[in-house]
């Protein structure tokens, strides 16, 4: 037995660096492709970059992660490394995982290059979600949040495509600032992966960190490269939300889940994408206050509001992944020691703090510049 947990650890090793030079050799011939064929996402009054930029960073992701996962399963079939029972259980939800990952790969792409609108988004996305929820993997224990355990399996059934919908859309609308989307994913993707490897799941950990070697050149591109930078894209963004809503609900709905922590299991793995999810709903109230459509464009998004509050981007970035990963060990520790409801409290009051201070400020610098430019008028005019 510990024989398979290191050959399967050194499997995932592997495929992890497998996938890391793999994006390293396509993403360049992506930007080259996108320059000569001219698709570029173009600047206007809500993005900060003044240039075009290249936009299909994406339309490697689903590939690359198949690729490889594939060639994952090849050898552990090849060499028999894996449980019997527990990794033939579980090759139906990986046929609908990648059936689902397919049909929001599609719909980003097109997305990227002639457009969709929100609503054929939301009938192609609910099918895509149908994918995973068909196999089983759905919520059905909600581990003492909000007072629930087990629940009944229709209603497990319909919050799980709505966390996988929500979940889908937060990542892409969360991206808005380069390194942004891809460094909250892979915060993520590493807890998801460390929680797998507890489990013993070896094939979801090896998606987890297969996906995470891949963000890695892309993120060096997104973020840093001076010359070649490139956006992921709607078929990027969609593609990661939707794996991290499958691992959100795969990992909820392990039979051992108490083993990570003794209360709240569902609450520790919203954590890792606590703030793309809470940023994605204050947005959507904010704009339904405003008598706006609730995907409409706007700069009220948490990197938005850092920025106009004087921080660069890089450093506004870093801040939020660093509260990311903040979020995941701060709600580890405290549900060792707090009932999961005063921990969601505290999440939701910490949220709600973190964006009434930010607005105050920017309330108070927009003041501040206007007092000025009167003063500097009555000058003038004296």
Not at 18 to 24: F, T
Not at 39 to 51: G, V
Not at 217 to 242: A, C, E, Q, V, W
Not at 305 to 315: Q, R
Request: proline residues 4%; aromatic residues 14%.
């Amino acid at each position: 037995m510990e024989n398979i947990k290191l050959f399967n650890i050194l499997i995932i090793a592997v495929a992890c660096v497998i996938s890391i030079i793999i994006e390293m050799m396509v993403l360049p011939r992506i930007i080259f492709i996108a320059k000569k064929k001219r698709l570029f996402d173009l600047p206007d009054k809500r993005k900060k970059h003044s240039e075009p930029i290249p936009r299909l960073g994406g339309i490697s992701f689903t590939p690359v992660i198949l690729l490889v996962s594939l060639f994952c399963l090849f050898i552990r079939f090849t060499f028999q490394i894996w449980d019997e029972e527990l990794f033939f259980f579980r090759i139906p939800e990986t046929i609908l995982l990648v059936c689902g990952l397919l049909i929001i790969y599609l719909l980003g792409a097109k997305d990227d290059l002639v457009g969709v609108s929100f609503k054929k988004k939301f009938v192609i996305q609910f099918i895509a979600s149908l994918c995973i929820v068909c196999s089983g993997v759905y919520i059905n224990n909600l581990y003492g949040l909000l007072g629930f355990y087990e629940i009944p399996n229709w209603i497990g059934f319909l919050l799980s495509i709505g966390l996988i919908m929500f979940t889908t859309n937060a990542i892409n609308l969360i991206d808005g600032a380069d390194g942004l989307a891809s460094g909250i994913s892979a915060i993520a993707l590493l807890v998801y992966g460390i929680m797998f490897s507890m489990y013993g799941m070896w094939t979801y950990a090896g998606i987890a960190f297969i996906t995470l070697g891949m963000l890695a050149p892309f993120f060096y591109y997104n973020f840093s490269h001076p010359t070649r930078k490139i956006f992921m894209g709607d078929t990027g963004s969609l593609t990661l939300g939707f794996l991290l809503a499958f691992m959100i609900l795969r990992i909820a709905k392990h039979p051992t889940a108490y083993e990570i922590v003794p209360n709240g299991l569902l609450l520790l793995v919203l954590a890792a994408l606590f703030i793309p999810l809470f940023d994605a709903f204050k947005v959507m109230v904010v704009r339904i206050a405003m008598g706006k459509g609730p995907f409409s464009p706007d700069r009220n998004h948490i990197h938005h509001k850092l920025i106009d509050l004087g921080f660069s981007k890089k450093v506004a970035v870093f801040l939020i992944v660093a509260a990311s990963a903040f979020m995941v060990v701060a709600n580890w520790i405290l549900l060792w020691y707090l009932d999961c409801n005063v921990v969601l409290l505290l999440d939701l009051g910490c949220g709600v703090l973190v964006n009434v201070f930010i607005y105050r400020r920017i309330r108070r610098k927009q003041y501040r510049k206007q007092r000025q430019q009167e003063e500097e008028l009555l000058e003038l005019d004296s």
